[in-house]
C-alpha cells in the first residue's frame, strides 16, 4: 500500500524529472572537481539540487530534504568563496548525492525512506563547519553485478521441435485473427513538472514490455524497474495525428471506390482511381510506421550521463587517474534497447577502467600520460547504431589471452593453435575467461563479458574488439535502431518459408556440389580462401530434406561464418514479429504474415545453432559410451 495515498501521479512525475536531473548533477560534479573555479557550473548543480530539495518538501519527503539541505548548505559555502573543492569534500558531496539516489529506489516502490546514513550527516556538517576530513580510503562504489543471462527456454521433449505441431498450433490461429502491427502508443498530458524548466514533452504510455530482471547495488549506474512511460516531442505526436488524419481520409476514398466497383463500374478511370488510392495509402501507412518508431526513440544522453560518475569513484577506487569523454548523446534509439543496453554499458566502462587503464606510474614508464582516457561515443550509421568504449591503456596480447585461456581450461592446446590474433580477442567472451589472478569487489570472477555478448545479441546487434598491446582497446556494438520491425531473409526450406534476421547475412552464393569438401567429416564450402562449414537449414531444423540445396546463405553468428543451405528464396522484408502464445520452441523468434496472409516463422539462429551443436554433443557421447 502506498504512503503516498491521493499523490502517485505526483509522485511519478517527481521521480522521472528529479532522476534526469540528479544525474545531471552528478556529472556536473566530476566536471566540477577538474574546474573547481568554474562559477557558472557551481551554480547549475546549486540550481538542481534546489529543485530535488523543493520537490521533496512538496512530497513531504522530510528525511531528503533534510539531506539535500545540508548539501545545499555547503554548495552555498562553496559559491562564496568560505570552503574550496577538494577530493575529500566532494566524495562527501558524492556520497549525499548516492543516499538521495537509494532514496529515490525507495520512494520508486511507494515507500517513505528512512534518514540518511549518520556518517554521512556527519561528514557534511564536518564540511560545513570547515573541519579537516579524515584522510580515508575513497569509498568503493556500489557493485554492480554482471548482467545476468535470461534463462534459456525449456526445450520440447525429443531432439528437436516438433515443427508440424508448431505450424498447427499457429496456423489456424493466424487466419481467425491476423497478426497487425503494435498500434501508437495512446498519449496522455504531460503532469505539472514540479522543477521550472522549458514547455514539458508529452508522456505516452507504451505497450506493456515484461521487464528483465535486473541485478546491482544502489550506485549511480545500478539498474532500477524499468520505467513503464515515455516522453514525447509534442512535434512527433502532431506527426502522428496529422498521418491519422491522411489515412482516414484515403479509407473513405477506397469505400467510394469499393462501392462503385460492387455496383459494376468498372473503367478505367474507376480502376485508376483505385491504384493511385492504394498507393497513396501505401505511402501514408509507410510515413505513419516511421513517424511511430520515431516516438519510441530516445537520446541516448539519459543513458551515458550515468557513466561519469562511475568511472569517477572506481577510479578513484583503484587509484588511477581516468576521463571519461562522451559523444553522439544526441544519437536516438528505441527506449527499451536504451533500458537494456545500462548493464552491458556499465560492465564494459568499469572493465575499461579496471582492466584496460594501467596505474599513473607503469603510465609515467611508458611515456603516457598519468591520466587515462576512456571514450564512449555513440552515432548513427546507415539503420544501424554503432558504440564504442575506447580506452588507450595496455590493450591486449592475443598470445597472453590464449594462454590463460588453456590455463583455465576452457579450450584445448590443439584448439589454440589453430587460433589468429581476431580470434584470441574473442576468447574474453568465453564463459569463466578472467585475465585477474585475484578476485575483487570489481571483477576476477570470469561473468561479464560472456553474459554482456549474450544480451547485445538479443537486441539483434553484433559487438566486437580490436586491440593493441601498449595503445589500447576499443569494443564496438552495433545495434538495430529498434526492435519493433525486423528487416528479414525470407527463405525456403522442405516447401516452407522461413525469416532469418537480415543483420547476419553477409552475402548470398549458389552451392556447386563439387566445391563442397569435407573437414573432419564436415562439409565445408571455400569462399575466397575462407574454410566454411555448411550447414543446411532443413538438418537445423530437423527435418529430413526434400530437394537438394542450391543456394546458400553466407551468414555471420558471433565471432563464427558459416553457410545457410537452402531451397529458393522468397525475398526481403521488414516485419513485425509476434510471440508465439503458450509455445516456445527451440530456435523460433516468433511469427510473422507473409503478404498472401501465410505465416512465417521467424528464426533465433543462435538459438537455433545452440540447439544443434547440443544435439550433436548429446549424440557424440551417447556414441562413445555404446562403444
Known sequence: MSEFGGMEELLGDFLMESTDLLSDVDNKLVELEKRPEDKALLNDIFRGFHTIKGGAGFLNVIPMVNLCHRTENLFDKLRNGELHITSEVMDVILDATGIVRDMFGTLSQGLMPGDADARVLAALDAALAGQPLAAEAPPEPAV?????????????????????????????????????????????????????????????????????????????????????????????????????????????????????????????????????????????????????????????????????????????????????????????????????????????????????????????ASGKKPQALVQLTAEQVGDHILIEITDDGKGMNPDALRRKAIEKGLIDQETANTLDEKQCLQLIFLPGFSTKDQISSVSGRGVGMDVVRTNIQKLNGRIDISSAAGEGTRISISLPLTLAILPVLVVRACNQPFAVPLAMVREIITIDGNAIQEVSGKPTIVVRDEILPLKTLASLLSWEPTQKPYFGVLMQSAEKSFILAIDSFVGRDDVVIKPLQNIRPKGVAGATLSGDGSVVLVLDMEDLLASSENNNTQARTTDMIAT
Open 144 to 364: 554492480v553485478a554482471a548482467p545476468a543471462a535470461a534463462p534459456a527456454a525449456a526445450a520440447p521433449s525429443g531432439s528437436g521441435p516438433d515443427w508440424n505441431q508448431l505450424y498447427q498450433a499457429v496456423a489456424p490461429a493466424s487466419a481467425a485473427a491476423p497478426a497487425t502491427p503494435a498500434p501508437a502508443p495512446a498519449a496522455t498530458p504531460a503532469a505539472a513538472a514540479l522543477a521550472p524548466a522549458p514547455q514539458p514533452p508529452a508522456v505516452a504510455k507504451p505497450a506493456p514490455k515484461p521487464a528483465p530482471a535486473k541485478t546491482g547495488g544502489g550506485g549511480p549506474a545500478a539498474s532500477g524497474p524499468q520505467e513503464n512511460t515515455i516522453r514525447i516531442d509534442t512535434v512527433r505526436l502532431d506527426m502522428v495525428l496529422n498521418l491519422s488524419g491522411e489515412i482516414g481520409l484515403t479509407k473513405n476514398r477506397l469505400t467510394t471506390l469499393r462501392t462503385e466497383i460492387l455496383q459494376g463500374n468498372r473503367d478505367t478511370n474507376t480502376l485508376r482511381s483505385l491504384d493511385e488510392a492504394i498507393s497513396q495509402l501505401d505511402l501514408l501507412v509507410g510515413d505513419l510506421q516511421n513517424a511511430v518508431m520515431k516516438t519510441r526513440m530516445q537520446p541516448i544522453g539519459r543513458l551515458f550521463q550515468k557513466y561519469p560518475r562511475l568511472a569517477r569513484d572506481l577510479a578513484r577506487q583503484l587509484g588511477k587517474e581516468v576521463e571519461l569523454v562522451l559523444s553522439g548523446e544526441e544519437t536516438e534509439l528505441d527506449k527499451t534497447m536504451i533500458e537494456d543496453l545500462n548493464d552491458p554499458l556499465v560492465h564494459l566502462v568499469r572493465n575499461a577502467v579496471d582492466h584496460g587503464i594501467e596505474s599513473p606510474e607503469d603510465r609515467i
